[in-house]
Nanobody, 122 residues
């Protein structure tokens, strides 16, 4: 059974930094995308950043240049370094792991963490 355990959320002033971590267990993650999504009150969940097993990264335009996603394959961990935080970054951040078939690249399973609150005060 896949489990994702997130850590690192909290309250920070605008301009500050936070680092989120997500530890995955219960499967092989060698062919997976690992990423972060967020959901602000009254809004839909949106992609923040994702990193493939090969290290290719994708970021939302709103966080480019401020956030950095990384993964430690040996530890099955994905991290999100968030700098220059803005009040509009306030949201619940969710870790996501998408398992992909090695040969076709097709996604066949999707897992979510429980979410961690990030609050940026002005």
């Amino acid at each position: 059974q896949v489990q994702l355990v997130e850590s690192g959320g909290g309250l920070v002033q605008a301009g500050g930094s936070l680092r989120l971590s997500c530890a995955a267990s219960g499967s092989s993650f060698s062919n997976s995308d690992m990423g972060w999504y967020r959901q602000a009150p009254g809004k839909e969940r949106e992609l923040v950043a994702v990193i493939s097993s090969g290290g290719t990264t994708t970021y939302a335009d709103s966080v480019k240049g401020r956030y950095t996603i990384s993964r430690e394959n040996a530890k099955n961990t994905v991290n999100l370094q968030m700098n220059s935080l803005k009040p509009e970054d306030t949201a619940v951040y969710y870790c996501n792991v998408a398992l992909r078939d090695y040969y076709s690249g097709r996604k066949y399973a999707d897992y979510w963490g429980q979410g961690t609150q990030v609050t940026v005060s002005s």
